[in-house]
């Protein structure tokens, strides 16, 4: 089975177990077609890969079939939904979580030559890179690049004129962000800001990491 096979089979899957969760009648194929349409198959072959290699794995637990995690996890849970509601019975793909996990499966493929180890949400961060205790690469993604810019722009402010753990957060996304490095003592030593154009205007994923 090649990687983009093992992908499609998994997605299928996704959304027959969503479907038995939900009562819904989504119609795989088409769902598959418009994720390819928008994401690529690259995107998607990286994520069959990162399955055929053991990296990631599909929760088996009641009505969390749909649920991705990292098969080295610890626990049976703690995985991140592919598919999601949209209201009255639509059904779309978690679009940036197919990015996030693209990346995933490409950042290991390098990192682990180096001895680094990838993590998915690592303390609340999309992505990490971690060289032992030192985190090498930060990476928060986004639907555009001017969000993804704009986010790496202000936690550098909040870097440059500190901040409480304690101040209130709510609403506001590039404080919670720079609590995340700040709890840890984190200081990432790679900025990386990218746009994948594969996806139309208003799909755009965005990739940033932050000092």
């Given at each position: ?8 089979t ?110 998915l ?18 990476v ?48 990432p ?23």
């Amino acid at each position: 089975m090649t990687a983009i096979e093992r992908f499609r089979t998994e997605f299928r899957r996704w959304v027959q177990s969503h479907n038995r969760a939900k009562g819904f009648a989504t119609d795989a194929e088409e769902l598959l077609r418009t994720l390819e349409a928008r994401v690529g198959k690259t995107y998607l072959t990286r994520i069959g890969s990162a399955y055929l290699n053991g990296w990631l794995q599909t929760e088996s637990g009641p009505d969390r079939g749909y649920f991705v995690r990292e098969a080295d996890r610890p626990g049976p849970r703690g995985g991140q939904f592919t598919v999601t509601h949209q209201g009255q019975r639509q059904v779309a793909p978690c679009w940036e979580l197919f990015v996030q996990l693209a990346d995933y499966a490409w950042l290991r493929t390098v990192a682990e030559r180096h001895g680094q180890e990838v993590r998915l949400e690592d303390r609340l961060m999309d992505l990490t890179v971690r060289a032992g205790s030192r985190l090498v690469l930060y990476v928060e993604h986004k639907t555009t690049r001017q969000l993804a810019e704009r986010l790496l722009t202000q936690v550098r402010q909040y870097g440059e004129k500190g901040f409480n753990l304690d101040d209130p957060d709510r609403g506001n996304d590039a404080l919670r962000k720079a609590k995340y490095l700040a709890r840890t003592g984190a200081h990432p030593i790679y900025p990386a800001p990218r746009e994948d154009t594969r996806f139309p205007a208003e799909r755009r994923g965005g990739v940033e990491s932050a000092l």
